[in-house]
């Protein structure tokens, strides 16, 4: 800095003055030739470091459970990262054959490649190019592809620069980890992946030769492009450069040019897309879009292809099957381990390309109401509260006040009231009333704090929602619905999805990894295992469901012990079945994404649930049947089947029907059938009068039985059907 300070342009100047006149001239053309050379060529002119495989972006790579490729993310190119080592032989003598022959002899440039270039190019009319490896790989990833002298000279001084950096084996692994293979595809990995379905590692000699020949002009010879016929004519001159380097022999040349190249199909280039991009939203939300579209991740999903695509099938063929006048356009399923929380398969539509159906809107993350099927979740409040599977509601029209509207008056799917049903024969036929009434002396905080609990997350405010949640009057999600249902198969423990069960970065370190319990111990208890019992047992109880499905529907998985459960809304917009053992949860919906109402005849066992029997039947083939184990403090005991009583003692001389039920130990009942007592019966209908009837009645004993909501029902009574109600409720 001294010597800049005493620096004294005056005297440089006078200097200058005192040159001889021709040198001066010089000097100060060298200058503006240095400041035009500078500021035209060295300037802007970028690191051949940024060469380096490990600075490039790279497409991240989402794999099923097996190892197979559902999808590559990228931003603009698709470009996945191989070591030269995984490159095979032929890939790297093909290259070097058709580009560059002296390749590791030369420098950074070709004097003699460059010659010949020009006599074929005058002499032959032949076009060659005379650029090295080496000056392509420079244009391809550090240069544009502008032809003009600028360029040309950035690119020889680059060129130089790169072959001083790097050794030859490092400059053709860039080389083709970089270059231009069609498309999107960068680097002969993606190309291998989009042309022939296979990793680069597996290419025989004629794919080989086919993919080194793209680079020169990737649109133009690409067997995928308008002329398919010239990809198969610069194949058969790689074949022929090869053999004129002793690459190959004659033979192998005559073999490979002969065997048909099996191309694979022309796609969307995607599997199961609906999961993919919902694991792809997982990934963007954790680490940010840069690294998941440039940062060479490897993705390893729960998915299994095999059962995604079973599960698939059976959503488009069930759809195609239902009639036209039910107005059903579109379905959805997802297949869970619930023990574990791994998605198995997510079909989010009937096909995620239909625009008509808004196809690639994914069911299974959107809001929907769930119908009867949440259910269970009160029914488990309830058993929690300790009442029990024989607590017995009188399902018969019944109203509730309405604050700032009409009452609401729940009615049955079928129209009917069914007098005495037990929480067993309730929930197994999903009436309604008895369901309404659960919820009445559950209370909405405790129904919604279980569902929390188990895995719903959009039930919140309990005052934005009224005795209608339990017949699914608030919207849920499919993956919140398998996550609850799942609690159920695994004892009370809430295990959490788990799509991903390893990412590794671009150098192959583990970012993360999810080891699969093996007990679902390591989950959360958020219910009794009696209440996880009982209710799976109540759903796997065909004899507790005839009176609404009888005895063969397509709830029942033949030989197979499968606890489901069905939902429609009362609006027929929704449709949903949900069943599951211990290793297998499917849950299934069917319905038109925009909220347009099915035909009344669509229902849980003609909707959703064949699509839901497909898919179960299919995972359960072979396989042994597994049914929930009974906590130690569940216990059997006979009750009258008609109260839920303790039967009379023998000897009484009182009688009642009776069966076998589950209940957890202090809460099973204690009281007998009740006996007689004076009631007031309307003189008309020989029934109990109804409160504030003062007419035409009159006092005489009966059998009266009274539920949990203070509602009475007279035993002894004749009981005449009222009329059904004209609007049911599924």
Known sequence: MGKLKNFDLTAFLKKLGKLPKIRLILLILFFIFAAVFYFYILKDLPLPTKLSSTSTPQSSQIYDRNGKLLYQIYDQKNQIFVPLASVPKDVREATIAIEDRNFYEHGAIDIRGMARAAVAIVFKQQLQGGSTLTQQLVKNSLLTQERTIPRKIKEVILSFATEFIYSKDQILEMYLNQSPYGGTAWGVEAAAQRYFGKKASDLNLEESALLAGLPQSPTLYSPFGSRPELAKQRQLEVLKAMEEEDFITKEQRQKAQNTPLKYKKLSNEIEAPHFVLYIKDLLIQKYGQELVEEGGLKITTTLDLDIQNAAQASVAAQINRLPKSYRVSN??????????????????????????????????????QPGSSIKPINYATGLINKYNAATTFIDQPTCYPNQGGRDYCPVNYDGKWHGLVSMRIALGNSFNIPAVKMLKVNGLRAMIATASAMGITTFTDP????????????????????????????????????????????????????????????????????????????????????????????????????????????????????????????????????????????????????????????????????????????????????????????????????????????????????????????????????????????????????????????????????????????
């Not at 059997?636 to 009484?652: E, F, H, R």
Request: charged share 20%.
């Open 331 to 368: 379905g959805a399923a997802l297949v869970t381990h619930p023990g574990t929380g791994e998605i198995l398969a997510m079909v989010g539509s009937k096909d995620y390309f239909d625009s008509s159906i808004d196809g690639n809107v994914n069911i299974t993350t959107s809001l929907r």
């Open 463 to 730: 005052d934005n929602y009224g005795l209608s949640l339990t017949l699914g009057g608030g919207e849920v999600k499919m993956v919140d619905m398998a996550q609850a249902f799942g609690v159920f198969a695994n004892g009370g423990y809430r295990i959490n999805l788990h799509p991903i069960l390893k990412i590794l970065d671009k150098n192959g370190k583990i970012m993360e990894e999810y080891n699969p319990p093996t007990s679902p111990i390591f989950g959360k208890r958020v219910l009794p295992d009696g209440v996880a019992f009982i209710i799976s047992d109540i759903l796997q109880d065909n004899g507790a469901r005839l009176a609404a499905f009888g005895g063969s529907s397509e709830l029942v998985i033949p030989k197979q012990i499968v606890s489901v459960k069905t939902g429609t809304t009362n609006d027929y917009k929704d449709n949903w079945t949900i069943g599951y053992t211990p290793s297998y949860l499917v849950t299934t919906w069917v319905g038109n994404n925009d909220n347009t109402q099915m035909s009344g005849v669509v229902s849980g066992v003609t909707g959703a649930a064949p699509i839901w029997n497909d898919i179960m039947s299919f995972l359960l083939q072979g396989k042994t049947p597994e049914g929930m184990s009974r906590p130690a403090d569940v216990i059997q005991k006979q009750v009258c089947s008609d109260t839920g009583a303790l039967p009379p003692p023998d000897g009484s001389g009182a009688s009642c029907p009776t069966r076998l039920e589950y209940f957890i130990k202090g809460s099973e009942p204690k009281n007998q059938p009740p006996g007689n007592t004076q009631v007031w019966i309307d003189k008309n209908t020989q029934d109990l009068a109804k409160k504030g009837q003062t007419d035409n009645i009159e006092l005489k004993d009966a059998v009266v039985y009274t539920d949990p909501t203070g509602d009475q029902y007279c035993l002894s009574c004749p009981h005449p059907t009222p009329e059904p109600s004209p609007t049911p409720n599924p």
